[in-house]
């Protein structure tokens, strides 16, 4: 089993941002309505009700998923009936945005099925990549990902799977300038190659 994650930041976020990924992803298996109870179901984060799952109408959460009231919102994606992908979409300064997926819990085959998707993904709209991280072990889980990923700060005492960032956030962090390092314009990706069906990215 995985306790890993993947975050896809991006710039820019609208709402047809949000509607697009989400059925996209639908569209590959990471369903947002749970296929054995037909509910949507979105993750509290209040101090009071942390981690609550609160039913919610597709309009809702799209709504929220736009961040346009809101800079954060978590639910699910599901799998299968009892499986799902932890989910949260979080604006940053400075027009970022952030698309987090939680890979604990799945099988290997269910975590490469979820990487597959996000992956492609982010090949779709590369353009506004700011850069994203692929830990599938989950080890780098307390790595302040924002300021490697965004500002190019950030000590790393261990390495995840795969790490991706503009050229010029890969100048300022030294770790980062001395790494083995493959050109994927607009960025420079550290480590393994993603996994997707048909070109690799």
Not at 152 to 175: E, F, K
Not at 184 to 190: A, F, G, S
């Amino acid at each position: 089993m995985s306790d890993g994650f993947f975050h896809w930041y991006r710039s820019g976020w609208v709402p047809a941002d949000a509607e697009r990924i989400v059925q996209d992803l639908d569209a590959q298996g990471l369903r947002l309505h749970n296929p054995t109870t037909g509910l949507i179901t979105q993750i509290a984060s209040g101090p009071a009700s942390w981690g609550e799952q609160m039913p919610v109408s597709r309009d809702q959460l799209m709504s929220n998923a736009a961040l346009t009231n809101t800079g954060e919102v978590n639910f699910q994606l599901w799998l299968s009936g009892d499986t799902d992908v932890f989910t949260r979409i979080r604006r940053l300064n400075g027009g970022v945005t952030v698309a987090e997926f939680g890979l604990d819990g799945l099988s290997l085959e269910e975590q490469e099925h979820a990487i597959r998707a996000i992956s492609r993904q982010i090949r779709a709209d590369l353009t506004r990549c700011i850069g994203f991280v692929l830990d599938r072990q989950g080890t780098t889980e307390d790595v302040d990902w924002d300021a490697v990923i965004v500002h190019g700060t950030n000590h790393l005492d261990s390495w995840p799977d795969t790490l991706a960032v503009r050229p010029d956030i890969s100048v300022r962090h030294p770790q980062l300038t001395a790494a083995k390092r493959t050109e994927m314009p607009p960025l420079i990706l550290i480590g393994e190659i993603l996994p997707v069906d048909g070109p690799e990215l």
